[in-house]
T-cell receptor, first 110, second 116 residues
Framework: DAKTTQPNSMESNEEEPVHLPCNHSTISGTDYIHWYRQLPSQGPEYVIHGLTSNVNNRMASLAIAEDRKSSTLILHRATLRDAAVYYCILRETGANNLFFGTGTRLTVIP | EAEVAQSPRYKITEKSQAVAFWCDPISGHATLYWYRQILGQGPELLVQFQDESVVDDSQLPKDRFSAERLKGVDSTLKIQPAELGDSAMYLC??????????????FGPGTRLTVL
């Protein structure tokens, strides 16, 4: 599995935007970029995914660098409920599982 | 909203005992996954089912772990005998399929196992 590198932790003030970076310099052309998050005492939940173009959904936006060697998950207005561990995952087309890594622990400050 | 159900939520056992965890995936989801998550780490896949068939169990310690999904719906993960190093969160997930470019996985709340 191609690996990703994320900061261990980040902090954000409530109602401010948050940019969570992910480096994936060994990404292949068929790897999708997935983001999941895990709230305290819960299982992970899907956030967003993309291949080459930037993506938006109701939870977040995903900005993918032109060379695809990095991406950024954007939370437009952080809330206390967004405090979680965020995992950036590369998933090869047709691959059968997700390799989670250790993720970024986001702390939201009231 | 449909959810993945798991039971029990918490299990405390002594080493060398047998334990079993149950998972009921979202209705209609053909693919079921069991993950193990050690404290401070991300989940790691143990076994994946497509309907009742095992697709990937390469990371399952087969000397003590077993998993089944007899009717292609709910699933049981068993550990016998349990060891101290098995203390972890055991997560079940399901997806509509895995053979596509998009297969969002839905996770259950997990079973927290403590082996004494």
């Amino acid at each position: 599995d191609a690996k990703t590198t994320q900061p261990n932790s980040m902090e954000s003030n409530e109602e401010e935007p948050v940019h969570l970076p992910c480096n994936h310099s060994t990404i292949s052309g068929t790897d999708y970029i997935h983001w999941y998050r895990q709230l305290p005492s819960q299982g992970p939940e899907y956030v967003i995914h993309g291949l080459t173009s930037n993506v938006n959904n109701r939870m977040a936006s995903l900005a993918i660098a032109e060379d695809r060697k990095s991406s950024t998950l954007i939370l437009h207005r952080a809330t206390l409920r967004d405090a979680a561990v965020y995992y950036c995952i590369l998933r090869e087309t047709g691959a059968n599982n997700l390799f989670f890594g250790t993720g970024t622990r986001l702390t939201v400050i009231p | 909203e449909a959810e993945v159900a798991q039971s029990p939520r918490y299990k405390i056992t002594e080493k060398s005992q047998a334990v079993a965890f149950w998972c009921d995936p979202i209705s209609g989801h053909a693919t079921l996954y069991w993950y193990r998550q050690i404290l401070g780490q991300g989940p790691e896949l143990l076994v994946q089912f497509q309907d009742e068939s095992v697709v990937d169990d390469s990371q399952l310690p087969k000397d003590r772990f077993s998993a089944e999904r007899l009717k292609g719906v709910d699933s049981t993960l068993k550990i016998q005998p349990a060891e101290l190093g098995d203390s972890a969160m055991y997560l079940c997930a399901s997806s509509f399929t895995w053979e596509s470019d998009y297969n969002e996985q839905f996770f259950g709340p997990g079973t927290r196992l403590t082996v004494l």
